[in-house]
DNA sequence: ATCCCCATACATACTGGTTGGTATGGTATT
DNA sequence: AATACCATACCAACCAGTATGTATGGGGAT
């Protein structure tokens, strides 16, 4: 019986320096060094270093996102636009420094490999529509409810505000500052508030 | 006595290659073959991998930023709201299918390299701070005006205006769709448009 | 005008190191 | 005995960078 302890540890090896380097950049012997296994471990659990990234989107960031991202917007007991505004500030107030300055890791991999890998593109994808849905049916409940105005598109007003959001971390990210998510993400919590209705 | 051809092809192929693979991930040798000349005209120009990047940065992403993003803001004629929507229409408007599936080049390598090199890191950061002032200035000179909201605070809202744009772009390049950045870029007409008072 | 001098502007060939990947072998478990 | 699990040793390919060679052209001396 296994219980795949070597196996987590490669992932959580992988995530932690495809985090900081980018899935390409990212080495197979640091990863190897930093999980405390070599390439034999690797090679068994995974057929290439591009299964090992393609693992680490899904049992390691989906799980992330869904718990701290996802969920609390389906599970939540709030009003929807209480709701999401809330789920954005725990989000934002969880991260650690280090997180921010190295950026969300869902978008990471989606901006460096969408363009050169359909594998990673449709992952990345599957998890921003995933995202998608849960900010659009939570407006669309605030909208049943009439505490969200009636005349926006819930589909478009979900892609913007999950745009704005990336886009806040990307420039805390660049700026390398905490003080500069903080104010970016006031903006995010001001346009949320000019929906209601 | 030298037009520096040489050199204009060198950059121009490393910002072909940096903007499809990254930095890291672009190959030298590629951006020679591209550029139909060989190492040694490379290090005569340029002492590093890393310094053609910088000058990448310097010579060619800088002006396209400056001409077709921060210009039309500081020499515009229309009202600075009207100039903000305007400008930021026509700049995605301009972007070919190509450079909507590989992104913002100067997001690209904010992204990738801000966190572990300091060099690229003030580069980028230096072009957001520009970008930044010059939306900033535009939306201080319409409340002066007084038909821009008196209640924002400037700079926040460019900040966050900005973040927004660039998740604009990052989430069409991982949609690899056009529709994605125009249903997008909706949201943030919508955003400017509230500013209005 | 012509010779030399030498810097500029590249090309060619090579280096040590690293990459992802493989082949093999051993060991513990079932 | 067979299979899962993993370590070791090795591979060709590629990497950024370097050492060296060479063609060219302009400037000064004659």
């Avoid at 805390?172 to 006031?186: P, T």
Wanted: hydrophobic fraction near 40%.
């Amino acid at each position: 019986m296994s219980l795949d302890k070597t196996r987590r540890e490669l992932l959580q090896a992988a995530y932690t320096e495809m985090h900081l380097q980018g899935f390409q950049a990212a080495s197979l012997n640091a990863i190897l060094n930093k999980a405390g296994v070599t390439k034999g471990a690797l090679y068994h659990y995974f057929r290439s270093k591009k299964e090992l990234g393609y693992a680490v989107l899904d049992e390691w960031i989906q799980p992330y996102l869904m718990t701290t991202w996802i969920e609390p917007l389906i599970n939540g007991t709030l009003p929807p636009l209480e709701r999401l505004k809330s789920t954005i500030s725990q989000g934002s107030e969880a991260l650690g420094d280090k997180e921010i300055q190295l950026g969300c890791p869902l978008n990471n991999l989606a901006q460096e490999m969408s363009p050169i890998d359909e594998g990673f593109r449709q992952r990345t994808d599957a998890l921003y529509q995933a995202w998608l849905e849960s900010i659009s049916n939570t407006l669309k409940e605030g909208q049943t409810l009439g505490n969200i105005r009636q005349d926006i598109d819930p589909r478009d007003t979900a892609l913007f505000i999950l745009a704005a959001l990336e886009g806040c971390m990307s420039i805390a990210k660049n700026a390398q500052s905490r003080e500069a998510l903080v104010h970016c993400g006031k903006g995010v919590l001001n346009y949320l508030d000019s929906l209601a209705g």
